[in-house]
């Protein structure tokens, strides 16, 4: 059974959503040098899949605990369109960071 949470960010909020991300993309660029997890031999690009995934998915599971998802984003990250070559054991910082800016507004 599809997740409802997935399919409630599709549609009319795509647009807002796309605008949101614009924004949190533009802070991560300007921070991502700043974590701990950040690589000098890894730029940005290598972590915007993950804060793009850590935001979209604050935004689809909001008021949920990531201990609670963590396993469920784990499996969805492997068909995540944006992910790239990613693996999900070199950006689950970057996704729990992204996740942990939206859910602490």
């Known amino acids: ?3 409802r949470d997935m399919t409630s960010t599709q549609g009319s909020g795509t647009k807002n959503q796309q605008l949101d991300w614009d924004r949190e993309e533009s802070y991560w ?10 690589s000098v ?19 689809r599971y909001r008021g ?11 499996t969805e990250w492997s068909s995540y369109a944006h992910r790239g070559q990613s693996k ?16 602490h507004r």
């Open 1 to 3: 059974m599809p997740n």
């Open 29 to 38: 660029r300007d921070n991502w040098s700043t974590r701990p997890y950040a």
């Open 41 to 59: 031999d890894r730029g940005f690009d290598y972590y915007r899949p993950g804060y793009r995934y850590g935001f979209e998915s604050a935004n």
């Open 64 to 74: 949920r605990n990531w201990d609670d998802v963590e396993s469920d984003l784990r």
């Open 88 to 103: 999900w054991e070199h950006v689950k910082d970057a996704i729990r960071d992204g996740w942990n800016r939206v859910m």
